[in-house]
């Protein structure tokens, strides 16, 4: 396996690291305020892609398209990227206030369940809107590729990978300077208290909701720049995928979500070429469909290992006032 | 009448815990309700904190404000009740600065919360030694004089204090208690419970006696300190 060979799939995992690492931030943050996992996570990432498929299309309306068009490309994106992430959070708002406020007492079952119809109201409602078929989103900068010493790089991968680190920077930023954050922070140690010190703790939760939503959206749209094909069923094999990446991080930490969902990444892509290198060194016939069966065996492994994840908390006891 | 509560009742599930308890504070007074493990103390003050819902017979009025109806931490960032919970706990995750600056969440008198901080420095000088340090690593001591800071930045009319002598050396109680008597002095009223009798009837100016969650007696420190009953139950003869 070559120098280059490994570069080019490290490219690769970076960007598909990406997109989990986006999701899997919003069942963490969730997860680490509230102790619940939202697992309508993944639709609202589907509904972020197709919020962005709207806007995008509205955008490229206005402006027009090829050498006539009033703005470049990418201030196109910009601003597809930023309206959309503000429209999904308010779907995370609703989500939360009609789905989770309601059951914040209610056993944990009821809530993950809720998450589950959720999912599925989402996904149904969309087949209803937009007839069920797939759709393509738009491509809307010029795709330019770049040969960097025989490792094929697109602007577009650069791009992807950018905007994601940004966005994390910005969410890291945020979580540990805002007084908003602190609150947040404070809420995953104890959330019974948050009240008592006279913070809103329905405010944090709606707003953590709305972020993680708003993160989901802009993985959705990133995702369609990547694989420009959108369907009602999307965000189901990633989300759950992305999920893994919120528990491999370790339930509720940040960081580790980042971490896991860009490891996740490279386990799955790198699986594919280990299983060539393992066809041609024993003389097999190994399919590169079996890559989801290995790569998730390898996380099996590594929780048994880490049963807590890579930075969670052995224990969190969540004490009642 | 600062604080009036009638006919307080609360129930944990099928368990009644407070059965009808009748409770007035005067402003700037220092008040404190004594009695044994169990007999409803903390529920009192989280009922008044608004933490627990209490029974539909119940009326609480705070400085004429019907109490019910604010949220828990309206209660606090309008109402100006501060509570020091049992157990102190401080977000052991955050620094001792971020402890009081979340206090302060809704605050919007930004002069004002520096000039508070200052003082709680002041009252309590290890705690701005201390104050990038996580609350989670302070000693026990440390501990309840944050929890008391953090209560004083997030409302100062009335400050409920669930048993800060807890787990405090007889020298730092002291030092704690004398605190409190500024803090009370610079106009907070306190509402104090303690399982330490003696202490609490020395430092109040009334008490009230809880018995598994009826009230039993009341009235003022002196009195209660002479009161045989109270003498033999909980003043160690
Ligand atoms: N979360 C709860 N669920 C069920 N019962 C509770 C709960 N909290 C308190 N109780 C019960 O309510 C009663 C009053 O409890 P409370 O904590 O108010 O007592 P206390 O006077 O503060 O006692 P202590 O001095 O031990 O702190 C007790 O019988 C207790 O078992
Ligand atoms: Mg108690």
Redesign the pocket.
């Known amino acids: 396996m070559s120098f280059t060979f490994l570069m080019q799939n490290l490219v690769n995992a970076l960007q598909w690291g990406s997109f989990y690492a986006l999701i899997a931030l919003g069942y963490s943050m969730v997860y680490s305020i509230l102790m619940l996992f939202n697992f309508a996570h993944g639709d609202i990432f589907m509904v972020g892609a197709y919020i962005g498929l709207g806007v995008a299309t509205l955008l490229l309306a206005l402006v027009g398209t090829g050498a006539g068009a009033m703005l470049p490309g990418w201030v196109v994106l910009v601003f597809t990227i930023l309206i959309s992430m503000f429209l999904t959070a308010f779907v995370g708002l609703i989500v939360e206030r009609v789905g989770y406020r309601p059951l914040r007492e209610a056993p944990r079952a009821s809530a993950a369940i809720t998450g589950l119809m959720i999912g599925i109201i989402l996904e149904t409602s969309n087949i209803i809107l937009m007839g069920g078929q797939r759709v393509k989103f738009p491509q809307l900068i010029e795709s330019v590729t770049y040969n960097i010493g025989g490792v094929f790089v697109t602007n577009m991968k650069i791009m992807i990978v950018l905007v994601s680190l940004g966005l994390m920077l910005a969410l890291h930023l945020f979580v540990t300077r805002s007084k908003w954050g602190m609150a947040m922070r404070a809420m995953a140690f104890d959330y019974v208290v948050v009240p008592l010190v006279g913070v809103p703790l329905n405010t944090i939760a709606a707003m953590t909701f709305a972020i993680g939503s708003a993160l989901a959206a802009a993985a959705g749209i990133l995702f369609g720049l990547a694989y420009p094909v959108l369907d009602p069923f999307m965000g189901v094999s990633l989300g759950w995928k992305a999920f893994v990446a919120a528990i491999l991080g370790g339930r509720g930490s940040i960081m580790g979500a980042c971490l896991a969902g860009f490891m996740l990444g490279f386990i799955e892509i790198m699986t594919v070429p280990a299983i060539q290198i393992v066809n041609r060194l024993f003389n097999l016939n190994l399919g590169s469909n079996l890559r989801d069966l290995i790569a998730y065996s390898i996380v099996l492994l590594i929780l048994i290992f880490r049963p807590h994840g890579l930075f969670g908390e052995p224990y969190s006891a969540k004490l009642?006032l | 009448m600062m604080l009036t509560i009638k006919n307080l009742y609360v129930d944990?599930?099928k368990?009644r815990?407070l059965h009808g308890i009748d409770l007035e504070i005067e402003e700037g007074e220092i008040i404190t309700i004594i009695?044994a493990?169990?007999?409803?103390?903390?529920?009192?003050l989280r009922a008044i904190s608004r933490m627990i819902p209490v029974g539909p017979e119940t009326r609480m009025t705070f400085m004429g404000q019907d109490l019910l109806k604010f949220a828990p931490d309206k209660v606090v960032s309008r109402l100006g009740i501060s509570h020091v919970p049992?157990g102190r706990r401080l977000f052991g995750n955050l620094t001792v600065m971020e402890n009081l600056k979340l206090a302060c969440f809704a605050r919007k008198d930004t002069q004002q919360i520096q000039k508070d901080i200052k003082r709680v420095f002041s009252i309590f000088p290890r705690l701005e030694e201390r104050s990038t340090q996580k609350a989670g690593t302070l000693s026990g001591g440390e501990q309840q004089m944050l929890a008391i800071g953090r209560a004083f930045m997030s409302g100062r009319k009335i400050m409920l204090l669930d048993?800060p002598s807890m787990g405090l050396a007889p020298l730092l109680m002291v030092s704690v208690f004398d605190a409190l008597k500024e803090i009370n002095r610079e106009g907070t009223t306190i509402l104090l419970?303690e399982?330490n009798a003696r202490l609490a009837l020395q430092f109040a100016q009334r008490g009230y006696v809880?018995e598994n969650?009826h009230l039993a007696l009341s009235g003022k420190s002196e009195d209660l300190l002479a009161d045989p009953e109270v003498k033999k139950a909980y003043l160690g003869g």
Do not use: F, P
């Open positions: 009642r | 944990y599930g368990i815990a009695g493990n169990g007999a409803g103390k903390s529920t009192t049992e048993e419970v399982q809880l969650g």
